[in-house]
C-alpha cells in the first residue's frame, strides 16, 4: 500500500481527493472509493485516493455515492484528484456532482382577461 500512496503522492501531490487541501505528506491517508468491507480486490490503485484524516473518517464506510452527494465539490475534486480511478466510478461521481445552473423551465400561466365575477 506504501507504493500505491507514493505513486498517489507523485501523481496529484499530497492533496486530499474530497476536499482539496494540501496536506503533509506524513499526515496522509488511503481511502478506498469504493469500500473494501475486507476484501483485498479493492486495494488496486484504481480504487484509492488519498485523503486527509477529516475525509477520511468522514468517509468511513459511506457508500462514495452517499457521500459525493452529502457534499457535492467533493465529486468536482475527486475527478480531478482521481483521474486514474475506474471509468465506472468516474462516471458515477459525474452523475452524482451534477448540478442544474438554472431552474427547470417554469409553467408558463395565461392570463384571464375576464372581469373577475366569473363572466367572460
Same mark, same amino acid.
Given at each position: 500500500m506504501d507504493a500505491?500512496?507514493?505513486w498517489l503522492i507523485d501523481q496529484y501531490g499530497s492533496v486530499c481527493a474530497y476536499c482539496g487541501v494540501e496536506i503533509p505528506e506524513d499526515r496522509t491517508?488511503?481511502?478506498?472509493?469504493?469500500?473494501?468491507?475486507?476484501?483485498t480486490a479493492y486495494d488496486?490503485?484504481?480504487n484509492l485516493v488519498i485523503a486527509c484524516q477529516p475525509c477520511n473518517s468522514a468517509k468511513a464506510d459511506t457508500p462514495f455515492v452517499a457521500f459525493i452527494?452529502?457534499?457535492? !465539490? *467533493?465529486?468536482? #475534486?475527486?475527478l480531478h484528484y482521481g483521474e486514474h480511478l475506474s471509468d465506472w466510478v468516474k462516471d458515477l461521481v459525474r452523475q452524482t456532482s451534477?448540478?442544474?445552473?438554472?431552474?427547470? !423551465? *417554469?409553467?408558463? #400561466?395565461v392570463h384571464y382577461a375576464g372581469n373577475g365575477n366569473?363572466?367572460?
Open positions: 500505491h500512496r507514493r491517508t488511503l481511502d478506498h472509493v469504493y469500500p473494501r468491507k475486507g476484501q488496486r490503485p484504481d452527494a452529502q457534499r457535492r !465539490a *467533493r465529486g468536482v #475534486f475527486l451534477e448540478r442544474e445552473f438554472l431552474p427547470p !423551465a *417554469r409553467p408558463q #400561466f366569473g363572466n367572460h
